[in-house]
């Protein structure tokens, strides 16, 4: 809503839906502050090349990504730091912060989650990177 300020009770008229302004409608959905942060404001440290059903999983579902789906990493990185995840024609679908760092997920790649534990010694999550970790690239 654009309205004036200098306008005696102006919020009081917008709240009892008074035509004093201008509204203006998104177009698209609301971005959490969170997934805005992670596409323009954090430097991608590495990147995880993904396999065609991960790809698909991503873009059609909002699903997390699991190592079965990656066939390549690329760069060097820790647990907690943003990746590109890269089709395998070089397009990116996403990006996000990692649960595990860039030498663990070249031990999981293309394995199911219930491999991570017998693989690495440890589980710390099932997926690579959470959907709510994630913002998919338009």
């Known amino acids: ?13 917008i709240h009892k839906g008074h035509d004093v302004g201008t509204y203006l409608y998104a177009e698209q959905g609301p971005v959490t502050a969170r997934k805005q942060w992670l596409a323009s404001h954090l430097q991608l440290r590495g990147k995880l ?3 065609a059903g991960a790809c698909r999983v991503i873009r059609e579902k909002g699903g997390s990504l699991l190592a079965v789906g ?5 760069g060097q990185f820790r647990r907690g730091e943003v990746v ?3 089709d395998e024609q070089g397009q990116e679908v996403a990006r996000g912060l990692v ?14 989650s219930d491999k991570i ?13 959470h959907r709510d970790n994630m913002i998919i690239s338009s």
């Open 49 to 51: 090349i993904l396999d």
């Open 117 to 129: 534990e017998s693989i690495l010694g440890y589980v710390d999550e099932e997926e690579l990177i």
């Open 1 to 13: 809503m654009i309205a004036s300020g200098r306008s005696n009770d102006i919020l009081l008229d």
């Open 99 to 112: 649960n595990y760092n860039s030498d663990e997920i070249s031990k999981l790649l293309g394995q199911p």
């Open 70 to 74: 990656v066939r390549d990493v690329a």
């Open 84 to 86: 590109a995840c890269i």
